[in-house]
């Protein structure tokens, strides 16, 4: 099910977006939003926080950076030690900032 939601926001953010003015009031854009909702939660809670979003995305709401916030329960961590030779910060396009307990922002590294 997750796979098809993946596969409809690909699909808009391909064919049909292009062809709209961009005029979403948040960042992330709502379909980035809905995208990271679908790959980090379940399905059911990926579409309520996803519809809520879309919800407030008009001019009655300010807008802003609204970041997704995901459930994970990081109970081991490998830290290993980054050598300055083959290390880059090319290869992180992630971070999770904690929220609250087993809940994380999703924020998403700029593009060069």
Do not use: H, Q
């Amino acid at each position: 099910m997750k796979r098809f939601f993946i596969a409809a926001i690909g699909f808009y953010r391909k064919f049909i977006s292009p062809l709209l003015p961009r005029c979403c009031r948040y960042y992330p854009s709502c379909s980035e939003y809905a995208l990271y909702e679908f790959k980090f939660n379940s399905v059911f809670g990926a579409f309520c926080a996803v519809t809520a979003r879309i919800l407030r995305c008009n001019p009655l709401f300010s807008g802003g950076i609204d970041y997704p916030i995901i459930a994970r329960n990081f109970k081991f961590c490998v830290f290993s030690k980054i050598r300055s030779s083959n290390a880059s910060a090319d290869k992180f396009k992630l971070w999770f900032i904690p929220y609250k307990k087993n809940r994380y922002y999703v924020i998403r590294l700029g593009e060069k």
